[in-house]
């Protein structure tokens, strides 16, 4: 089995002897690898998704041709023994408009939350800071992101802000980690907010009903037709031009990877949803596209004999093939 985590990077399971061993199969429930897969992914590769995310968490105003900068997401602490343990965050980014920058951390947790998710975020928060610090003869300045979290799970009692606070000797400073539950959000409001990132993990809140549903042919037929409604809403964010034909492919392909992962338990309810959902790997194919068509752009700058000129135009021509197909696979799933 094979996880993209973006930014080009992939995780394998080495056979199923392993798995068992490791102790994964017990909790795949609880793992959340396809989870962080599917948010970094949008994170990483669709700026349309992520702008009204930061816009809504942090009460911001960036307009969607604000300039997203990803930043190196690989954070180190110090171990025993002066080591060094290398932490993956889920988002480390900068957005500029109007000639002002702002950087932002953000963290998805499909783990109900507690208290040491704030220890986490201390350590990634500080390395971040220490990476765009400014150093003078006798000042160090360092800046602390904006940071967030997405919370999958409960609890209800957890605050839309927590805090983090930092004594010194001189006094205590703090700042604060914006929380967004997915609970709070029903999915018109998602649409409304254009919290598209929240898509892929709505069926989070069906969680305490699944075992239900999962024997009601009915409840499966209702949760069946709402994610097509949740389809036809992502054609008309597209049409409008509010979704970007990447996003809108993304978000679909994301979500059946998450409704699949998350319902292995209940495979009635997997098998109707994820038909409706469609595809089965979390290989993105128009991400594949989209980066390839780039690069075959540039080259076509460079190319300067004809030869070079029509091989290049073949392979601009396979890939466009590749997306028709994709899109009456698409059509054939919805239909």
Known sequence: MVFFLGGGKWVST????????????????????????????????????LIPFVNYLFCESYRDDAVVSRMRNEQFSGGRNHSSQKRITDSNFRITQDGVSKSYHLECESKPYDGSLLVRFFEYDSQIAKADSDIEFSKLKVRIPNAGLLLLRGPDSVPDRVCIEIETPEGSVSYHVAVVKESDFTIDKIFEKRLYLM?????????????DINKDE?????????YKDII??????????????????VIIRLTHSVIHKFLMKYKNVQK???????????????????????????????????????TLQAEIDALR???????????????
Do not use: W
Request: hydrophobic share 35%; proline share 2%; charged share 40%.
């Open 14 to 49: 080495k056979n199923e002897a392993v798995r068992k061993k490791s102790g994964v199969e017990r909790n795949l429930l609880y793992s959340n690898v396809a989870y962080d897969s599917a948010f970094r992914t949008m994170e990483s590769e669709c700026d349309d998704i």
């Open 199 to 211: 898509i892929p993990f709505y069926i989070f809140n069906y969680e305490k009903d699944l075992s």
């Open 218 to 226: 009915d409840r499966i037929k209702a949760l069946t037709d709402f």
């Open 232 to 249: 036809a809403k992502l054609d008309e964010e597209h049409e409008q031009g509010r979704l970007s034909a990447l996003s809108h492919g």
């Open 272 to 310: 109707k949803v994820g038909d409706v959902m469609g595809g089965e790997v979390l290989d993105l194919p128009e991400i594949r596209i989209a980066h390839e068509a780039e690069a075959r752009g540039m080259m076509k700058e460079r190319v300067r004999s004809e030869a070079e000129r029509k």
């Open 321 to 335: 093939k590749e997306n028709e197909r994709l899109k009456r696979n698409a059509a054939k799933i919805k239909s």
